[in-house]
């Protein structure tokens, strides 16, 4: 019951504007009560006489209408009752909230305690990461058909990293990632039908099927990347290439707890911090490289400190606003000129490392509910908007369904549309190329290459 | 008389102005040139800038073009090979210098996963526009770590090309054509090489010189045998047939240029003619360049032309060693190639 007070009140104080104290419910109803009018007892003398309503913050002609009669002086009386539906301008526009401080390494700032949002960004991040939540189930549900195969690393637990990276960077920036790349595939702007059809290995996929899971690209989006470690000194490259040009571009490049140990990650952060290279290399430590705790895996955990010269930040990962705010701040020390940037993104993942690992042989059950319960990227933000009134839960279970709707409509492309041709088994191996002769497997069998 | 004088001109401008010029500086001047043609087109490397070069072959790029596009690196080949391979798909064209084909080992796996096979994955969506150049396979007196051949090793690969230049028009025509390559190149160079100077014709001088990169070329005509050969055994080749023709043996020299695609096509016709083949690399000899040409000679229509099966010429199946007297036996020597010629025609 208090927490519902708790709630009700925090939602009046913000259609009344008024600060979130120690005041009842029924004195800030009162408050309300010019506009809207409730079927109650008389209000207490004490609240009457000490108490002047405020104007009223701008409501909606509808609610105007119904409170007829009304003026801002009079008290109402006991018995009325009137219904207001609720329509776009009842939602508050923007709110701030706190995020966690961020733990800093070899910066004496960090990025800001409070972060803004407003309900059309709240609503887009919310999208972005149901979508890319629903779509990986799809692909789990697929592959337990057997309609996907090989590897299929799933990224559920992990998308308020993608969104708020996102967010915080522009489409002209640049993006690289390791093999858990469904959900920056689609941040990064391919749609789901395309992302499930490479899974399935037909002609409609992203990469027409040649790549599947791990090796999908879209134009300043670098895949998706097999070999562990090895997008970092990549990423690196993509920032050179920045830098050279002068476009005032920059690369993120991203690589788990289990990379952070590559030899050549070390190599990368040395040259990019002796170039000042405008690359944020973020680490997204989900405590586990595939069946190895990070605890198992690395002499030193703090993964935001591993860069040594490199300054770094540590976010709360499972906060879209938090991300969005660091992965801003990192941007435009990158962008400033200042050089290299890591962040370290604590986040987790639910399903296994692939989907060949159950991924509770090397962690409870419990575990990974608790996170579920307790720290779940979607959940997060949607209470927050929802306690703040920023949108309403039909609005939320709308798109919810149109979500469903699209991931549903993706997976039946991706089931029916065919598999490439056998005419493209050896194209593409070369850009620009005039056509070439390509062995098959015996000597008669002379195949033909275009680019 | 005026007529006479402008006889003589005419005549002096069309004799061609040929000029020796090493292998090094062929080199040099193909980068200096396509640096200057193509502001995306840089060079990164150990000691490539501000040292001239390991063995000099940037010398002076780094005082004309500066630090943006001669870049010093660190000794991180994996690391540095990989922001070579980023940067190339980013809209660069770099030119990643290993100081030896050796140390690309430790950044092989950039190469062969991040480099050649990006193209195919991504279904034709992402190029790698990147040359990968430096000396490869024996000097002299370097040892086992220092001395390997990697001419089988990358063009077992689909999605690279693998180019190994002879004599200077091979380097300058060759580098050029790689560095304007859309795709991953392997160019292997030889240090042996690099201070031997041979005659450039005036065409090979000029600033927009290529040669096509998958085309062998036949560097002496001859009837009786076929010599197929790579890099500097090219020119071991020729001074084995220059021996022979004394005897009244023809050998046709064939220098591959390109290791893949390899253009056996030159060869088969070579073979139809000779209907005899030798093969001649500083390489091992288990699953090497010499091994592919007869693999591909039996496949196909040049087979049924051979008198003899082919012969393989090839470094001895050891590490390197290091005493000269080791060294000098473990690779081909002209009097092997005469040897083998010899044995191959049955004479």
Known sequence: ?451 | SPLFHKFLKEALNKVPKDKCVTVRDALNQAMDEELERDERVFLLGEEVAQYDGAYKVSRGLWKKYGDKRIIDTPISEMGFAGIAVGAAMAGLRPICEFMTFNFSMQAIDQVINSAAKTCYMSAGLQAVPIVFRGPNGASAGVAAQHSQCFAAWYAHCPGLKVVSPWNSEDAKGLLKSSIRDDNPVVFLENELLYGVPFEMSEEAQSKDFTIPIGKAKVERAGSHITLVSHSRYVGHCLDAAAVLAKEGIECEVINLRTIRPMDVESIEASVMKTNHLVTVEGGWPQFGVGAEICARIMEGSAFNYLDSPVTRVTGVDIPMPYAKILEDHSLPQIKDIIFSVKKTLNV
């Not at chain 1, 803004?116 to 960004?121: P, V």
């Not at chain 1, 887009?124 to 592959?143: I, N, S």
């Not at chain 1, 300043?220 to 997008?231: E, K, L, R």
């Not at chain 1, 690369?251 to 290279?277: H, I, P, R």
Request: overall charge neutral.
């Open chain 1, 1 to 451: 019951m208090k927490t519902m007070l708790a709630i009700i009140s925090n939602a009046l104080c913000r259609m009344t504007g008024r600060n979130a104290g120690a005041q009842t419910v029924s004195e800030l109803l009162i408050g309300l009560s010019e506009y809207v009018t409730l079927t109650s007892p008389s209000p207490p003398a004490s609240a009457q006489t000490q108490r002047q309503p405020p104007k009223p913050p701008p409501v909606s002609t509808r609610a105007a209408q119904l409170v007829s009669g009304q003026t801002t002086d009079q008290p109402v009386g006991p018995g009325a009752r009137v219904v207001v539906s609720r329509s776009f301008a009842d939602f508050t526009p923007q709110a701030t909230f706190d995020i966690k401080k961020c733990d800093l390494h070899r910066l004496e700032e960090g990025p800001p305690l409070k972060a803004e949002l407003t309900r059309d960004q709240g609503l887009q991040y919310y999208r972005t990461m149901q979508t890319v939540r629903r779509m990986e189930l799809k692909a789990d549900q697929l592959y337990k058909q057997k309609i996907i195969r090989g590897f299929c690393h799933l990224y559920d637990g992990q998308e308020a990293c993608a969104a708020g990276i996102e967010a915080s960077i522009n489409p002209t920036d640049h993006l690289i990632t390791a093999y858990r790349a469904h959900g920056y595939t689609y941040t990064r702007g391919v749609s789901i039908k395309e992302i499930l059809a490479e899974l399935t290995g037909r002609k409609g996929g992203v990469a027409k099927g040649k790549g599947g899971s791990m090796h999908m690209y879209a134009p300043h989006f670098y895949g998706g990347n097999g070999i562990v470690g090895a997008q970092v000194p990549l990423g690196a490259g993509i920032a050179l290439a920045c830098q050279y040009q002068g476009n005032n571009q920059l690369c993120v490049t991203l690589y788990g707890d289990g990379a952070a140990n590559q030899g050549q990650l070390f190599e990368s952060f040395n040259m990019a911090a002796l170039w000042k290279l405008p690359c944020i290399f973020i680490c997204e430590n989900n405590k586990y490289g595939m069946g190895t705790s990070v605890e198992r895996a690395s002499a030193s955990i703090d993964y935001y400190k591993r860069g040594d010269f490199i300054p770094g930040i540590r976010v709360d990962g499972m906060d879209v606003l938090c991300v969005r705010e660091a992965t801003k701040f990192a941007a435009d020390h990158c962008r400033s000129g200042k050089g290299p940037i890591v962040m370290e993104l604590q986040t987790y993942r639910y399903h296994g490392h692939s989907m060949s690992d159950p991924g509770v042989s090397y962690r409870t059950r419990e575990e990974i509910q608790e996170v579920r319960t307790k720290s779940d990227p979607i959940s997060m933000l949607k209470e927050r908007m929802l306690s703040n009134n920023m949108a309403s839960v039909e609005e939320f279970k709308e798109i919810d369904v149109d979500i469903r709707k699209q991931v549903e409509e993706a997976a039946q492309f991706a089931t029916s549309d065919p598999e490439p041709p056998l005419e493209d088994l050896c194209n593409h191996i070369f850009y620009n190329n005039p056509p070439l002769e390509v062995r098959g497997t015996n000597p008669w069998s002379k195949l033909k290459s275009v680019s």
